[in-house]
């Protein structure tokens, strides 16, 4: 079969989306800065220039809330409105905003998600992670979405945002509202149906913020809710709302496609599995290698506020760009042989998984500890690891990468 050139690949195409490895070595080799033909979206590959860009937040901004999945304007939608009306109005928070205000919101949740105040979720994770394990142990076989991967995250933001057990069913699902609102491939009822979640669950927390004003207690939502870090205002119920949703988009579905891709890589590479299991020291640096091969926040958004050049390409004002963090983590300048999972390697410290710069993420201590804690004891109690290759798809998705399911056969130790 004839090898695709550059100009064969549709950038937002679901099959390149979901398998972007040769798409993305074509364009670090060939046009490290590409402007996709078809929508005028500039594509930055190289590892040096996504770094680049994501580190000159003044010229490159996050204020991307107006752009859809598909890289246009939002169209108008009157229903969709009429259904917003009834939930709190939006703001933009960290993620989707620039300094100062940024910095701001960063200041006044930068507590709860400390090293010094996440070491102290540890037994929790520890034990959550081996009740969870209890749980499918004896069948030796699992959906390792259903069993592990999906609800590890799910049930530490619940944790430690005061989410009763009775609720998180519903915290699921309005999680993967909010995540929607950002994904490729939305129709319009899934946009209606979405925005009916994101109010039901903006007024839940409205009520929970408005209980921690009131009477705060020893919880993150708490802190969250009355933080005035360095004299900064207190945020609003509508800020808070923001940065609540936040966590849910970015810290659920991430860590998620870690535990999936990086349990894919233990089953593909079991010398890797065996080297680990006889000296588990290597789990964190196995850790930040399946970070850096799965690379969840593939791509991520900007958008140019004035005329400027990357990598000898003029970028007008006003472009949308799209940063391929995906692909900088397997640029061969930067890691040797940039698609092999190897957990001895030593410069992984310069992975950008978790991105760089003011936007470094907020929950990166956090979902650490959640993916080391957990794949100790993971490994301690399960081997052998098999999955079916040819079962496995990656989501066809603009701004996520990770498995759409993930069906495990394995061994107990
Ligand atoms: C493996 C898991 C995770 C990955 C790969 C990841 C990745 C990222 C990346 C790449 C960014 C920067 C986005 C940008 O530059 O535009 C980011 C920001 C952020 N992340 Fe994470 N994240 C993970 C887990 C979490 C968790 C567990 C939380 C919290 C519960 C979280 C909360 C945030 C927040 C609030 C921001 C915005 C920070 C800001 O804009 O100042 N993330 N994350």
Not at 14 to 27: A, I, V
Not at 257 to 274: D, I, N, S, V, W
Not at 368 to 379: C, D, G, M, T, V
């Amino acid at each position: 079969m004839k090898q695709k050139t550059l100009a064969d690949y549709n950038p937002f195409d679901p099959e390149t989306l979901s398998c972007p490895y040769d798409f993305n070595q074509q364009l670090r080799e060939q046009a490290p800065v590409y402007r996709c033909p078809h929508t005028g979206v500039f594509f930055v590959s190289t590892y040096d220039l996504v770094v680049e860009v994501v580190k000159n937040e003044k010229v490159f901004s996050n204020k991307f809330a107006m752009i859809q999945a598909g890289g246009g304007e939002i169209p108008e939608d009157p229903e969709l409105d009429e259904i917003r009306r009834k939930g709190y109005p939006a703001v933009s928070t960290m993620l989707t905003q620039d300094p100062p205000e940024q910095r701001r919101y960063r200041a006044l949740c930068q507590k709860p998600f400390s090293a010094s105040r996440v070491a102290k979720l540890q037994p929790y994770i520890q034990n959550l992670a081996n009740e969870l394990i209890d749980d499918f142990i004896d069948d030796n076989k699992c959906n390792w979405m259903d069993a592990f991967a999906v609800p590890m995250p799910v049930r530490m933001i619940a944790y430690i945002l005061g989410v009763p057990l009775a609720d998180l069913a519903l915290f699921k699902k309005w999680s993967d509202s909010n995540v929607y609102q950002f994904s490729a491939g939305q129709t319009r009822e899934g946009l209606l149906e979405a925005a009916r979640d994101v109010v039901d669950f903006q007024h839940y927390f409205a009520e929970k913020i408005e209980a921690r004003k009131e009477h705060p207690s020893d919880d993150v939502l708490s802190d969250i809710v009355n933080s005035s870090a360095d004299g900064e205002t207190p945020m609003s119920v509508e800020e808070c709302l923001s940065v609540l949703s936040q966590l849910l988009v970015a810290g659920n579905e991430t860590t998620t496609a870690t535990f999936a891709e990086g349990m894919y890589l233990l089953a593909k590479h079991p010398e890797q599995l065996t080297l680990v299991q006889n000296d588990m020291s290597l789990i964190p640096n196995m850790v930040e290698e399946m970070l850096r091969l799965s690379t969840p926040t593939t791509q991520r958004w900007r958008v140019c506020l004035e005329e400027t050049e990357v990598g000898g390409v003029k970028i007008p004002a006003g472009s949308t760009m799209m940063v391929k963090c995906g692909s900088a983590n397997r640029d061969e300048m930067q890691f040797a042989q940039g698609d092999v999972f190897d957990v001895t390697r030593d410069n992984l410290k310069t992975q950008i998984a978790f991105g760089k710069g003011v936007h470094f993420c907020l929950g990166a201590p956090l979902a650490r500890q959640e993916l080391i804690i957990s794949f100790e004891a993971i490994l301690s109690r399960l081997t052998n690891f098999r999955v079916d290759e040819d079962e496995l798809k990656f989501l066809p998705s603009l701004l996520l990468h990770g498995p759409v399911d993930l069906n495990i056969e394995f061994d107990k130790r």
